[in-house]
C-alpha cells in the first residue's frame, strides 16, 4: 500500500497517537481532545495532497525550504495548517521543543504504523518516504516560523504597553518633585529626598526608553528614523555639558574638527552619545578621563568616545553590540544595578548607526584604551 493511501485510511489511528504524545506533555496533561488534535487532522490530509502531487527539482528544493507558495496549492493548504497550528499551539501554552516534539512524534508514528502493515517495501516506497519527508520538514517549518513570530510579536507588544503604561506615572512623580523642590525649605534632607527622586526618576525613565527601542527592533527590522537638517557639534556639545554636569567628579574632555552636519535623526544621535559616555563612565576606570570626539572625513563623520581602564576582553568583543550581552557577565551585574542598565545600551547604538547607514566599531587594550567608533555618512543612502 501507498504511504499516502495508507495515511488517507488510517487518519484515526494516527491522530488518537498524536493526541497521547500531546497529552503526555506538560502543556498537553489538562487540554481537551479537540484541542490536543488541533489542526492535526488538516496537516495530515494536506500532506497526502502534496505528496500526490507532482513536482520538479526546483519545486522539490522549495517544498524542503518550507516555501509552499513556489509549490502549488497542496503546499498551501499544508502551509496554512502548518501555520495555524503553530499559532494554536503559543495560545495552548506549548514551547517551542514541545512543538518540534510533536512534529518527530507524528513522523515516527506514521512510519512505524505503515511499517506494520507493509513490511516490504519497494522502489515506490523509497519516492513515498522522500515525499513524506519533505512534506512534514516543511509542514514543521511554518509552524515553527508562525509560532515564533507570534511570540515576538508579542514580546514587542507587551515592552511597548509597558513602557507606555509606565511613563504616565513616572511623569507625575517627576513634576510632583519639580512642584515639591519650588516650595521645600533649606532642610538638606528634603532636598536630599528630591533630588533622589529625579535622580532615580531619569533613570527609570531613560530604561524604558530603551526598552521601547528594543521592542520596536525585531530581526531584520531597522531602527524608525526621522532625518532633517543636525548640526552633530552642538548636539554632542549639548550631551557632553549635560554629562560634566552630572559627573562632576570626573573628567571630561570634547573636541571637534571640520564641518560637522548632515541630514540625520537629532534625537537618535543624541542617544547614541549619551549611551556611548554612559557606557564610559559606567565601565572605565574612575580615574581616568572620557573623551568625546568628533570630525569631519570627506563624505563621513567620525564620532568616538574613548575611556581608560580595563580591556574588554578578545572573546567578548564580538559580541558587545548584541542585546543583554552586559547581563551574561556576572562580575558586572553590581556595575549595572548602580547604572540603571539593562544591558541595551550597545545594541540601541548599533540600531541606530546601522538604519543611518553608518558603522560602529569597538577597540580595546591595555595601552590605548577602550574607544567606540561610529562613522555616519552625511545624507540618507541610495
Same mark, same amino acid.
Given at each position: 500500500m501507498r504511504l499516502a493511501d495508507f495515511i488517507l485510511g488510517n487518519i484515526e489511528p494516527i491522530l488518537t497517537e498524536w493526541e497521547a504524545f500531546a497529552r503526555s506533555l506538560k502543556s498537553g496533561a489538562t487540554m481537551t481532545k479537540l484541542a490536543l488534535r488541533d489542526h492535526a487532522r488538516g496537516i495530515l490530509l494536506a500532506t497526502v @495532497?502534496?505528496?500526490?502531487?507532482? $513536482? +520538479?527539482? #526546483?519545486? $522539490?528544493?522549495? +517544498?524542503?525550504?518550507?516555501?509552499?507558495? #513556489?509549490?502549488?496549492?497542496?503546499?498551501?493548504?499544508?502551509?496554512?495548517?502548518?501555520?495555524?497550528?503553530? %499559532? $494554536?499551539? %503559543?495560545? *495552548?501554552?506549548?514551547?517551542? %521543543?514541545e512543538v518540534v516534539a510533536e512534529y518527530r512524534s507524528l513522523r515516527a508514528s506514521v512510519l512505524r504504523l505503515w511499517h506494520k502493515h507493509h513490511p516490504q517495501l519497494d522502489i515506490n516506497d523509497i519516492d513515498d518516504l522522500i515525499r513524506f519527508n519533505e512534506s512534514i520538514d516543511q509542514s514543521l517549518a511554518v509552524a515553527v516560523g508562525s509560532y515564533t513570530n507570534l511570540v515576538e510579536q508579542s514580546r514587542r507588544l507587551f515592552l511597548a504597553i509597558l513602557g507606555h503604561d509606565l511613563r504616565d506615572p513616572l511623569n507625575r512623580i517627576s513634576m510632583a518633585a519639580q512642584l515639591a523642590s519650588r516650595s521645600a525649605n533649606e532642610d538638606p534632607g528634603s532636598a536630599k529626598a528630591l533630588s533622589m527622586i529625579k535622580t532615580n526618576t531619569e533613570t527609570i525613565t531613560r530604561l524604558i526608553s530603551d526598552l521601547i527601542d528594543f521592542a520596536s527592533t525585531g530581526l531584520g527590522s531597522a531602527m524608525p528614523l526621522t532625518r532633517g537638517p543636525v548640526d552633530l557639534e552642538k548636539l554632542c556639545c549639548d550631551v557632553f555639558e549635560g554629562f560634566c554636569f552630572s559627573y562632576p567628579q570626573r573628567t571630561l574632555r570634547f573636541h571637534s574638527d571640520g564641518d560637522l552636519a548632515g541630514d540625520w535623526d537629532a534625537a537618535r544621535l543624541q542617544q547614541v552619545v549619551s549611551n556611548l559616555m554612559r557606557n564610559a563612565l559606567q565601565h572605565g576606570s574612575p580615574e581616568g578621563p572620557v573623551d568625546l570626539s568628533v570630525a569631519s572625513e570627506e563624505s563621513t !563623520? %567620525?564620532? *568616538? !568616545?574613548? +575611556?581608560?581602564?580595563?580591556?574588554?576582553?578578545?572573546?567578548?568583543?564580538?559580541?558587545?553590540?548584541?542585546? /543583554?550581552?552586559? +547581563?551574561? =557577565?556576572?562580575? @558586572?551585574?553590581?556595575?549595572? $544595578?548602580? *547604572?540603571?542598565?539593562?544591558?541595551?545600551? /550597545?545594541?540601541?547604538?548599533? @540600531?541606530? !548607526? =546601522?538604519?543611518?547607514?553608518?558603522?560602529? @566599531? !569597538?577597540?580595546?587594550?591595555?595601552?590605548a584604551g577602550t574607544t567606540f567608533t561610529v562613522r555616519l555618512p552625511r545624507s540618507q543612502p541610495d
Open positions: @495532497e502534496d505528496m500526490q502531487t507532482g $513536482q +520538479n527539482p #526546483a519545486q $522539490q528544493a522549495n +517544498n524542503t525550504k518550507g516555501d509552499g507558495d #513556489a509549490v502549488g496549492e497542496e503546499s498551501d493548504r499544508l502551509d496554512h495548517a502548518s501555520a495555524l497550528h503553530g %499559532v $494554536q499551539r %503559543v495560545g *495552548s501554552g506549548f514551547d517551542i %521543543v !563623520v %567620525v564620532l *568616538s !568616545v574613548c +575611556n581608560e581602564g580595563p580591556p574588554i576582553p578578545s572573546e567578548r568583543l564580538g559580541k558587545i553590540f548584541d542585546p /543583554l550581552m552586559r +547581563n551574561a =557577565v556576572p562580575e @558586572e551585574s553590581a556595575a549595572r $544595578q548602580a *547604572s540603571g542598565s539593562i544591558g541595551l545600551g /550597545l545594541y540601541i547604538v548599533r @540600531e541606530i !548607526v =546601522v538604519a543611518h547607514g553608518g558603522t560602529v @566599531e !569597538v577597540t580595546s587594550t591595555t595601552q
